[in-house]
């Protein structure tokens, strides 16, 4: 009689570690599957910040040259206007003020160096808290109110 209670609490051991054993490879299976696509979902986000980056980094050229380009613009206009009217009072030329106040805009005929397609590490472009901006207008309008 001793040995069928044996045998019943080792088939009802063996049922309840066999669902046990079931439960336990789908938790694991889901693991895998979800550290997988964190990991798939890190590399993308690194991929994303550095095209952000990269994308900045190429705005900001181009404004640059887009600033430098304006500053050759007004200069010439400034220059020939003055040579095209040289009898044209100065209220009249509306470069006649700022041409006194003109610097040659001197380019160096060196390209800049190409962009790196890799960063030294996290940029930090988007890690952090923005900083607060204080307003002049928003402080007068706390204080008088």
């Known amino acids: 009689m001793a040995w069928i209670y044996a045998l019943l ?31 798939k ?4 986000l690194e991929q994303f ?3 952000l980056v990269d994308h900045f980094a190429r705005s900001a050229e181009l404004l640059d040259n887009i600033a430098k380009d304006y500053s050759k613009l007004y200069e010439h206009m400034a ?8 009898n044209l009072p100065e209220q009249d030329n509306p470069f006649a003020r700022r041409i006194s106040t003109l610097t040659p805009v001197v380019d ?3 390209t800049a160096a190409p962009p790196r397609d890799y960063a030294n590490g996290a940029s930090g472009l988007l890690k952090g808290e923005p ?14 109110s």
């Open 9 to 39: 609490i080792f088939a009802a051991g063996a049922i309840v570690g066999g669902f046990a054993a079931r439960l336990g490879n789908k938790s694991l299976q889901q693991q895998k599957e979800l550290k997988k696509d964190l990991d």
């Open 49 to 51: 910040r550095q095209e």
């Open 108 to 110: 160096s005929g060196e």
């Open 41 to 44: 979902s890190k590399y993308e």
């Open 79 to 86: 220059k020939t206007s003055t040579e095209l009217m040289p």
């Open 131 to 144: 900083e607060p901006v204080d307003f002049p207008e928003k402080l007068e309008a706390t204080k008088a």
